[in-house]
């Protein structure tokens, strides 16, 4: 089976709005010092171009989890997976996500994490797909809003493929 791929997002308009978003971070958290919470996997590559673009001091967190779903769906069940090293509380927290979809992930991580008392926490995704939000929930920092298509690329799977693409593209079958 041959992958049918469009490219939705190139990696240099990727690169350029990963450096904007490094800039607004870093002037909304200065004189501050930064935990960010990377979600495992889909998040990693984003996460690790982003955190090059910030300049407060931060340190790195991951967490798995895993959504119950077919491929291409969430169910809305979500297991954590893996939780963090150490505590949050008192810190200034960004959870940073590949992608906002009906939102369940990201309103059950947000709530899982601000019971444990951070200073202040927000939200980061490089990618909005806002047409099958589920939950009002929105993310403090968007990369792009896109329509309701199956992305892969740049950290995003499609049965755990993919994520290699320095771009972002739309599966087309
Ligand atoms: P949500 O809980 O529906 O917001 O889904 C978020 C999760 O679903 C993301 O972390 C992705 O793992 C996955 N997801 C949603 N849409 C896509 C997509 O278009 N491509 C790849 N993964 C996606
Ligand atoms: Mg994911």
Request: glycine residues 6%.
């Amino acid at each position: 089976m041959r992958l049918q791929l469009k490219v939705l997002i190139s990696a240099e308009d990727i690169a350029r709005r990963v450096q904007e978003l490094g800039r607004e971070i870093t002037a909304d958290y200065q004189g501050r010092s930064l935990m960010i919470i990377g979600i495992l996997k889909g998040a990693v590559v984003f996460m690790s171009d982003l955190i090059r673009q910030i300049s407060v001091p931060l340190e790195v967190d991951f967490m798995a989890i895993s959504s119950y779903g077919e491929a291409t769906e969430t169910s809305g069940v979500v297991q954590l997976l893996k939780d963090l090293d150490r505590p949050i509380e008192g810190k200034h927290v960004l959870i940073v996500e590949d992608i906002i979809d009906t939102g369940l992930t990201l309103s059950y991580l947000y709530q899982l994490l601000q019971s444990r008392n951070p200073a202040t926490l927000k939200t980061a995704v490089l990618l909005d797909k806002p047409e099958r939000r589920r939950t009002d929930f929105t993310p403090d920092y968007v990369g792009f809003t896109i329509p309701d298509k199956f992305v892969i690329g740049y950290g995003l799977d499609y049965n755990h493929m993919h994520r290699e693409l320095p771009y972002v593209g739309v599966l087309e079958n």
